[in-house]
């Protein structure tokens, strides 16, 4: 006789409430064994792929790609005990369907035995772009800035390796608008032949699913047409389009919105001529300990805020309203703030103040390929202690950028020019750098502030100086 288990969508160990279902890596009548996985997810941090702890047949999906779900949730049922049946029956699958949904703490207790349970970041479906409309603030700065030779090689999205998955023609808005679908729908599109563009989608937020595809590539698209312009988000009448806030966006704001209004920030700004670094960094490349390892301007910024830090330990401290204290870390953990489709993310690199300029380095190019392959997971993204981000790759030259919630101050890196300097007395071409510093004022003062930053400054200026500290 057939048995029903249900399986509930589980907190994946990082304080989880709800996700997104990215993908279905199974569908009913297919049997399964114990840790297969079966569903990938989407949460405020990071894709993650579950596997479910018992062996059987799936009867039924009780939830569609692009549906948020709570944690607790019942998501797929499963016969545990098929007895050879190809498929239980129907009825019986509707009645384990409607069964009472178990609490998260029963959903918890189900799911101990499973083995390696938990948050894990994987490759995610999106589609290769050929177009960089995504960058890491860990590549170069744009040709402007360092010349040809140092262009940013590859701008960073969350598509898999080109061997896992064929890179797909990027996604191109029409009139300002960019169709809404699913990593998978969007790969299926692709392979059908059917323009994103021109589908209304029938999901909630007019969210374009695997059946409107299929019913465009099979016959006339009438039926998406039926779809209204408030389910597809998108209103004729006014040109607006809806688009629910949730994910990494939500999560986003409402860190920005706390860190706004608890920490009072204060910005500084310091403009430098940083040609020597630039020829510095040129040595480097041609020297044999340094052959193959990617050497660039947030590398020497890496190292200059490591070093000024234990100058100025402030910096790297952070404020604990409950404890009233301010503790100050031993360490540094560098967050490199990264744009992603998925919205902002910094990941960190742990330690970074014991490593050597070709260590942070290799270091930095690793957070590259991670974040590149959409591998990074929630746990390189926790426990920063301070964070650079980079617009100069944007041809930006500097910013006011708001503290990332748990540290005391960010530095933002703008793009190095070819600017008029003076050099002894003499007007010359320099390469120059704006930097710019916001800090928590309840921790950092004026002075501890100005003094951090006319340190890495002075490092970047001239990298010889870091031999004094």
Known sequence: MPTYKQFPLADTAEGLTEADILSWHVKPGDTVTVNQIVVEI???????????????????????????????????????????????????????????????????????PLVGYGSKAVVTQRRARKSPNVALVASDAPKAAFGASDAPKAALGRSPQPTAQPAAEPVRPRGGYVPLAKPPVRKLAKDLGVDLHALTGTADGGVITREDV???????????????????????????????????????????????????????????????????????????EFAGVKVTPLTFAAKAVCLAAKRTPDV????????????YKDYVHLGIAAATPRGLIVPKVRDADSMSLKELAQALTTLTDVAREGKTSPADMANGTFTITNVGVFGVDTGTPIINPGESAILCLGAIKDQPWVVDGEIKVRKVLQLSLSFDHRVVDGQQGSEFLADVGALLADPAMAMTY
């Open 214 to 288: 299929e019913r465009a590539a099979n016959g006339p698209a009438a039926p998406a047409a039926a779809a209204s312009p408030v389910d597809s988000g998108y209103d004729p009448a006014t040109r607006e389009r809806r688009v629910p806030i949730k994910g990494v966006r939500k999560m986003t704001a409402a860190a920005m919105v706390q860190s706004a209004y608890t920490a009072p920030h204060v910005t500084e700004f310091l403009t430098i001529d940083v040609t020597p670094m630039m020829e510095f960094r040129e040595k480097l490349k041609k020297s044999r």
């Open 42 to 112: 989407e949460t405020a941090k990071a894709a993650v792929e579950l596997p479910i702890p018992w062996a059987g047949v799936v009867t039924e999906l009780h939830v569609e790609p692009g549906q948020t779900v709570e944690v607790g949730t019942p998501i797929l049922t499963i016969d545990v005990d098929p007895g050879g049946a190809a498929a239980p029956a129907p009825a019986a699958a509707a009645a384990a369907a409607s069964a009472p949904v178990p609490p998260p703490a029963e959903a918890e207790e189900e799911m101990k």
């Open 316 to 327: 790297n401290a952070v404020w604990d309203e409950q404890a009233q204290e301010i503790v």
